[in-house]
């Protein structure tokens, strides 16, 4: 069963990372969040996958305008509302557009993560492709 704490963080997570995404992007960065819980590697409740050091900028990224933002919203926002929505509807899916992902970036706005491109110097292996939804790419098997 999953916390309203948890929707709630979740929530505000989506808000921060694809609110100005179609809902189609949304869903699919609501799936990343749902195959990372799967997978146990970033904890096994979606606020512990969604707060996990390093994962969502707006999270951990002291400047990152989201932080204010997401922590800003009042409970009965609309967005946020609708954003727990989705993340219910997800977490009930039993297709997933994203393939698996574990990963997505939008290449518009950063430079190309080393996981996706790889490293075999470093011994870094690129991450699978699983295609590109709104404005984000996305990608599974990141070591």
């Not at 997570?13 to 189609?24: D, F, H, I, K, V």
């Not at 994962?55 to 800003?72: I, R």
């Not at 297709?95 to 996706?116: C, E, F, M, Q, R």
Request: charged letters at 20%; aromatic letters at 8%.
């Amino acid at each position: 069963m999953t916390s309203n704490f948890d929707l709630d963080v979740a929530g505000r997570t989506l808000c921060q990372e694809a609110r100005g995404e179609p809902l189609s992007g949304q869903q699919a960065v609501a799936h990343v969040i749902k195959n990372r819980l799967a997978s146990g590697r970033w904890g096994r409740s979606l606020s512990s996958v969604c707060l996990w050091r390093g994962q969502f900028s707006g999270w951990y990224v002291p400047t990152d305008p989201n932080f204010a933002y997401a922590c800003g919203l009042q409970d009965a926002d609309p967005t946020l509302a609708k954003m727990r929505v989705l993340m219910r509807e997800v977490l009930a899916a039993k297709s997933d557009p994203t393939k698996g992902a574990t990963h997505y970036v939008n290449l518009s706005i950063v430079a190309t993560p080393i996981w996706v491109t790889g490293d075999k110097k470093r011994g870094i292996v690129p991450a699978t492709p699983c295609g590109k939804i709104g404005a984000h790419s996305f990608f599974k098997d990141v070591k």
